[in-house]
C-alpha cells in the first residue's frame, strides 16, 4: 500500500534549536532588517527557505568521516577516497578539488573564455555568466520553449533549445565557441529538470560540431529522479546510472558540493581531457592548493565522498523530490500562483500574479517575501525586479520579466511538518493579500542590490 503521509527516511540524531519569535517580534525584526530578509540574523528566523546552497544536514556516516578526515597537504588517503568517488560516478579521469562550484567556473572558463568567445547554456546560473563575462566572453541562454509556457505540464521545462544551438553554433563559428554547458536541473530557469534526450542532442551536436560539453552537475541526483519518473525508457534504470548515462554524454563536468552532494562547502571540477586537465590543474594550485586538496580539508574531502553517494539513496531522493512537490501542490491547490509542474530543490511563486494590484515599481515579490517572514518566520527570496530589475537612462525601473518569490528546500533539514507549517503561513498571505502593500527602496549599492538594499513599505 502506497501511504499518504511523507516520511523523512531518517531519524534525527543531533538537533539545533529554532528560536521561536511572536509575530510583534518579528515586526520589528523585519523593520530592524529596513524590510529585507537578507539582513535578518538567522536567530530571527523559523524556516529558512532562502537557499539550498551548503544548508544541508550531513549524516552520521558524514560526521564519521569528518574525524576520519586526512590531512596531509598531498595525497591524502580522503583525496584518494574523494578521486575514486568521482571517478567512479562521472567516469571522468582528471578530477580536480574545489572549495565551491564558482572556483571550479572560474578556472576553467577563464581557461576556456576570453574576448571573441561565446558560451551556450539553457540557462547560465549567475555565478557562472559571472566568470564567463568577467573574462571577456559571451554568455548565452537558450531555455527550451516550453519553459515560457506557464500552463504546459511538459516535464522537462530545464530542457535547452537543441534548434538554436545548433544554429548559434554555426553563426559564431566553431572555433569561437568556448563551451555548450548542460545545466541540471536548471536552476535559475525554476530549478525545471533536463531530459536524457535533450541531454543526447546537446552531445550530437556537439559532437558534430567538435565543440566541448560541459555539464553543471549541481543537481544531477534531483534530475536524475525526474528522468527516472517521465523518461517511459528509464523507469527501471536506478537513478545513479541514469546520472552516469548523462555524464557519459559530456566532456567534463562542475559541480557545486554545496548541493547535491549533501555537505556544507565544497565542488569540483572533473575532465576526460588530459590536456585541458593539465592546464586547468596549474591554474587549480595558483589560485585553490595543491591538485590532492585544491581548496578543500581533507575532512570536507571524506563527507563529499560520502555525500555523493547517499543522494542516490532511492527512499532519501523519493523523500526529497516529494517533499518539494508537496509544497508546491498545496499552496497551489489554495490557489497560489506557482510555477508548474514543481522542480526538484524549490518552489517559485509568481507574486506578481498573486499580488496584481501591486505595480513592478512597488515589488510584489519583496512584499510576499515580507508577508511570509511576519506571518511565519519563513525566510525566502525575491527572485524579480528586486533582484534583477535594472534602470534606464531616466531612472526608469526596466522591470525583471517576472515577480518570482523562491523558497528553496535544505536537504535533510525539515520535517513534513515544517512544510506543513509553511502552508499554513499561505493560508494567511492569502487571506491579506488584497490587503498586502509594495515597498519602496530607500537606499541601494550599485551591483547585486537585493543582498543590501534598504525598502520601507508604502502605506
Ligand atoms: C550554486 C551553483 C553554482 C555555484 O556554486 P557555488 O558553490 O555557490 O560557488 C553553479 N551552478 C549552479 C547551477 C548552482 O546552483
Same mark, same amino acid.
Request: glycine residues 8%; negative net charge.
Given at each position: 500500500?502506497?501511504?499518504?503521509?511523507?516520511?523523512?527516511?531518517?531519524?534525527? *540524531?543531533?538537533?539545533?534549536?529554532?528560536?521561536?519569535?511572536?509575530?510583534?517580534?518579528?515586526?520589528?525584526?523585519?523593520?530592524?532588517?529596513?524590510?529585507?530578509?537578507?539582513?535578518?540574523?538567522?536567530?530571527?528566523?523559523?524556516?529558512?527557505?532562502?537557499?539550498?546552497?551548503?544548508?544541508?544536514?550531513?549524516?552520521?556516516?558524514?560526521?564519521?568521516?569528518?574525524?576520519?578526515?586526512?590531512?596531509?597537504?598531498?595525497?591524502?588517503?580522503?583525496?584518494?577516497? @574523494?578521486?575514486?568517488?568521482?571517478?567512479?560516478?562521472?567516469?571522468?579521469?582528471?578530477?580536480?578539488?574545489?572549495?565551491?562550484?564558482?572556483?571550479?567556473?572560474?578556472?576553467?572558463?577563464?581557461?576556456?573564455?576570453?574576448?571573441?568567445?561565446?558560451?551556450?547554456?539553457?540557462?547560465?546560473?549567475?555565478?557562472?555568466?559571472?566568470?564567463?563575462?568577467?573574462?571577456?566572453?559571451?554568455?548565452?541562454?537558450?531555455?527550451?520553449?516550453?519553459?515560457?509556457?506557464?500552463?504546459?505540464?511538459?516535464?522537462?521545462?530545464?530542457?535547452?533549445?537543441?534548434?538554436?544551438?545548433?544554429?548559434?553554433?554555426?553563426?559564431?563559428?566553431?572555433?569561437?565557441?568556448?563551451?555548450?554547458?548542460?545545466?541540471?536541473?536548471?536552476?535559475?530557469?525554476?530549478?525545471?529538470?533536463?531530459?536524457?534526450?535533450?541531454?543526447?542532442?546537446?552531445?550530437?551536436?556537439?559532437?558534430?560540431?567538435?565543440?566541448?560539453?560541459?555539464?553543471?552537475?549541481?543537481?544531477?541526483?534531483?534530475?536524475?529522479?525526474?528522468?527516472?519518473?517521465?523518461?517511459?525508457?528509464?523507469?527501471?534504470?536506478?537513478?545513479?546510472?541514469?546520472?552516469?548515462?548523462?555524464?557519459?554524454?559530456?566532456?567534463?563536468?562542475?559541480?557545486?558540493?554545496?548541493?547535491?552532494? @549533501?555537505?556544507?562547502?565544497?565542488?569540483? @571540477?572533473?575532465?576526460?581531457?588530459?590536456?585541458?586537465?593539465?592546464?586547468?590543474?596549474?591554474?587549480?594550485?595558483?589560485?585553490?592548493?595543491?591538485?590532492?586538496?585544491?581548496?578543500?580539508?581533507?575532512?570536507?574531502?571524506?563527507?563529499?565522498?560520502?555525500?555523493?553517494?547517499?543522494?542516490?539513496?532511492?527512499?532519501?531522493?523519493?523523500?526529497?523530490?516529494?517533499?518539494?512537490?508537496? @509544497?508546491?501542490?498545496?499552496?497551489?491547490?489554495?490557489?497560489?500562483?506557482?510555477?508548474?509542474?514543481?522542480?526538484?530543490?524549490?518552489?517559485?511563486?509568481?507574486?506578481?500574479?498573486?499580488?496584481?494590484?501591486?505595480?513592478?515599481?512597488?515589488?510584489?515579490?519583496?512584499?510576499?517575501?515580507?508577508?511570509?517572514?511576519?506571518?511565519?518566520?519563513?525566510?525566502?527570496?525575491?527572485?524579480?525586479?528586486?533582484?534583477?530589475?535594472?534602470?534606464?537612462?531616466?531612472?526608469?525601473?526596466?522591470?525583471?520579466?517576472?515577480?518570482?518569490?523562491?523558497?528553496?528546500?535544505?536537504?535533510?533539514?525539515?520535517?513534513?511538518?515544517?512544510?506543513?507549517?509553511?502552508?499554513?503561513?499561505?493560508?494567511?498571505?492569502?487571506?491579506?493579500?488584497?490587503?498586502?502593500?509594495?515597498? *519602496?527602496?530607500?537606499?541601494?549599492?550599485?551591483?547585486?542590490?537585493?543582498?543590501?538594499?534598504?525598502?520601507?513599505?508604502?502605506?
Amino acid at each position: 500500500m502506497e501511504f499518504k503521509t511523507i516520511i523523512e527516511p531518517f531519524k534525527i *540524531k543531533s538537533v539545533e534549536p529554532i528560536t521561536m519569535s511572536t509575530e510583534a517580534q518579528r515586526v520589528e525584526y523585519l523593520s530592524n532588517a529596513y524590510y529585507n530578509p537578507f539582513l535578518l540574523r538567522s536567530r530571527e528566523v523559523i524556516i529558512d527557505m532562502l537557499t539550498d546552497s551548503g544548508t544541508s544536514a550531513m549524516s552520521s556516516e558524514q560526521w564519521s568521516g569528518i574525524m576520519r578526515g586526512d590531512e596531509s597537504y598531498a595525497g591524502a588517503a580522503s583525496w584518494e577516497r @574523494l578521486q575514486y568517488e568521482i571517478q567512479d560516478l562521472t567516469g571522468y579521469p582528471y578530477i580536480l578539488p574545489t572549495h565551491q562550484g564558482r572556483a571550479a567556473e572560474h578556472i576553467l572558463y577563464s581557461y576556456l573564455g576570453g574576448k571573441g568567445k561565446v558560451f551556450i547554456s539553457n540557462t547560465h546560473f549567475d555565478t557562472t555568466r559571472a566568470n564567463i563575462e568577467f573574462n571577456g566572453a559571451q554568455a548565452i541562454d537558450i531555455p527550451t520553449p516550453e519553459a515560457k509556457n506557464r500552463e504546459s505540464e511538459y516535464p522537462f521545462k530545464g530542457n535547452m533549445d537543441v534548434t538554436r544551438l545548433d544554429e548559434l553554433i554555426t553563426s559564431h563559428g566553431v572555433q569561437n565557441i568556448g563551451a555548450v554547458i548542460l545545466t541540471v536541473t536548471n536552476n535559475s530557469g525554476g530549478g525545471q529538470p533536463v531530459s536524457m534526450q535533450n541531454a543526447k542532442d546537446v552531445a550530437a551536436i556537439c559532437r558534430k560540431h567538435g565543440v566541448r560539453f560541459i555539464i553543471d552537475c549541481c543537481r544531477i541526483a534531483e534530475n536524475a529522479y525526474f528522468i527516472h519518473h517521465f523518461e517511459e525508457e528509464y523507469k527501471h534504470v536506478p537513478y545513479r546510472q541514469i546520472a552516469q548515462q548523462m555524464f557519459s554524454l559530456a566532456d567534463g563536468a562542475i559541480m557545486s558540493a554545496k548541493k547535491d552532494a @549533501l555537505v556544507n562547502m565544497g565542488g569540483f @571540477l572533473a575532465l576526460r581531457d588530459a590536456q585541458l586537465a593539465e592546464a586547468c590543474t596549474s591554474l587549480l594550485i595558483i589560485n585553490e592548493g595543491f591538485s590532492t586538496y585544491g581548496g578543500l580539508s581533507g575532512r570536507d574531502m571524506e563527507a563529499i565522498a560520502i555525500g555523493l553517494r547517499e543522494v542516490f539513496d532511492a527512499d532519501y531522493l523519493n523523500y526529497r523530490i516529494k517533499s518539494t512537490q508537496y @509544497l508546491g501542490e498545496h499552496i497551489r491547490a489554495k490557489g497560489v500562483p506557482v510555477i508548474y509542474p514543481i522542480g526538484g530543490h524549490a518552489v517559485y511563486v509568481d507574486a506578481g500574479q498573486l499580488y496584481p494590484h501591486i505595480p513592478v515599481e512597488q515589488y510584489p515579490g519583496q512584499a510576499l517575501v515580507c508577508e511570509l517572514y511576519k506571518i511565519g518566520g519563513v525566510r525566502a527570496v525575491e527572485i524579480g525586479s528586486v533582484m534583477f530589475g535594472k534602470y534606464d537612462d531616466k531612472g526608469k525601473l526596466i522591470p525583471a520579466p517576472v515577480e518570482l518569490v523562491r523558497l528553496a528546500i535544505p536537504r535533510r533539514v525539515y520535517t513534513q511538518s515544517h512544510i506543513d507549517y509553511v502552508i499554513e503561513v499561505f493560508d494567511e498571505a492569502m487571506k491579506n493579500a488584497a490587503n498586502t502593500r509594495g515597498l *519602496k527602496i530607500t537606499k541601494e549599492p550599485k551591483f547585486l542590490r537585493h543582498f543590501t538594499a534598504h525598502f520601507e513599505p508604502l502605506k
